[in-house]
């Protein structure tokens, strides 16, 4: 029995330690997304040191402490998405003039349930929905949308990372672009709120797996791209998809640190979207991140509908300085 703590300990305490070995590799990066379940187990572990009949000498103390302080680091990584950390992005207090709501979906290319998201995009009426994973059989089957999302762009593939944005907004601006993989879309949209401009960015970048990109580089740097690009905006400006990433790894930190952009999930919650089918194993890979411009109005997880992902619905409202300096700026215009 000592054994088996032993080497669990020792397990416990090298993942904790392995996103910072030097390199990019899948092998090494895998281990910033489970934090969470490692928590859990290192919890375990530190009861069944305590609990069970073991004689804790010099090498069971080391282990205690090692899982310890393990256990602390994982904790510092993830309580920032838990009700117990304050939150970063305020509630909006009143009705707001002007407000806009996404909808991100990845549909997972291969699932049919075409009418299992119809029904959660009709009932839930997003001002913006973002489809990813979604092939030409996909696109044709979303066109009972069309009548409610007039403005639309469409990238489908069949690599699964085709990607569709449905808009009750107006295009000012459109883009599709392929920021560093050729076979990797993304879109840039200034959408018209009344007649003020809001760019939204929509991502997906390759994960590092064994079977996608054997290295994270890649999407580290389309993260780093957009957020320099980010930084520059003097104008409300949104970043949402699937950044096949965790909202806690170094990456993110530093696409947000770039960007400047808040998370209105700190505080909040995880709302883990992935992976819908298998409870144990689920992170939130689905992001909504935001300028400054912006207070939250609701942010929820939707129901599963036969994807490996959860649909992540967020409402949010231009903060008052805004709604002033759009008030002010149609008052010159009428003079």
């Not at 407000?99 to 997972?108: A, E, F, G, K, R």
């Not at 403005?151 to 907004?169: D, F, I, Q, T, V």
């Not at 699937?242 to 696409?255: C, E, G, I, K, Q």
């Amino acid at each position: 029995m000592a054994e088996a703590l032993y080497v669990l300990s020792g397990l416990l305490i090298l993942t904790a330690l392995a996103p910072h070995l030097p390199g990019k590799h899948w092998l090494i990066r895998v281990w910033e997304f489970p934090r969470t379940q490692q928590l859990v187990v290192i919890i375990a572990l530190i009861l069944a040191w305590m609990l069970l009949p073991v004689d804790i000498e010099f090498g069971g103390a080391v282990a205690l402490t090692g899982l310890v302080a393990a256990g602390l680091y994982q904790l510092f990584w993830i309580l920032p998405y838990t009700p117990l950390w304050r939150t970063e992005v305020p509630s909006s207090k009143h009705k707001p003039a002007y407000s806009l709501s996404l909808m991100t979906s990845n549909v997972l290319m291969h699932n049919d349930n075409s009418k299992g998201l119809i029904s959660q995009v009709k009932q839930h009426q997003p001002d913006m929905l973002i489809t990813l994973e979604t092939n030409q059989w996909w696109e044709d089957q979303l066109t009972p949308l069309h009548d409610d999302y007039p403005h639309r762009m469409a990238c489908p593939l069949e690599n699964l990372y085709g990607m569709h944005l449905y808009s009750k907004l107006p295009f000012e601006k459109q883009k599709l672009r392929f920021v560093v993989e050729d076979d990797v879309p993304s879109m840039q949209v200034d959408v018209l709120l009344d007649d003020l401009p809001i760019t939204v960015y929509f991502l997906h970048p390759k994960p590092p797996s064994p079977t996608e990109n054997e290295t994270a580089r890649p999407r580290d740097v389309e993260l780093a791209l957009i957020g320099k690009e980010v930084a520059d905006y003097d104008k409300p400006v949104i970043i949402a998809g699937d950044l096949n990433d965790v909202a806690w790894s170094p990456t993110t930190r530093m696409f947000r640190k770039l960007s400047k952009a808040k998370d209105p999930r700190i505080g909040r919650g995880f709302f883990n979207t992935f992976h819908a089918a298998h409870p144990l194993i689920r992170w939130p890979l689905d992001h909504v991140f935001h300028s400054n411009d912006f207070t939250l109005l609701e942010i929820k997880r939707l129901k599963g509908f036969g994807s490996d992902h959860f649909p992540l619905y967020t409402h949010l409202a231009l903060t008052e300085h805004v709604d002033a300096s759009k008030k002010n700026k149609q008052v010159k215009t009428k003079s």
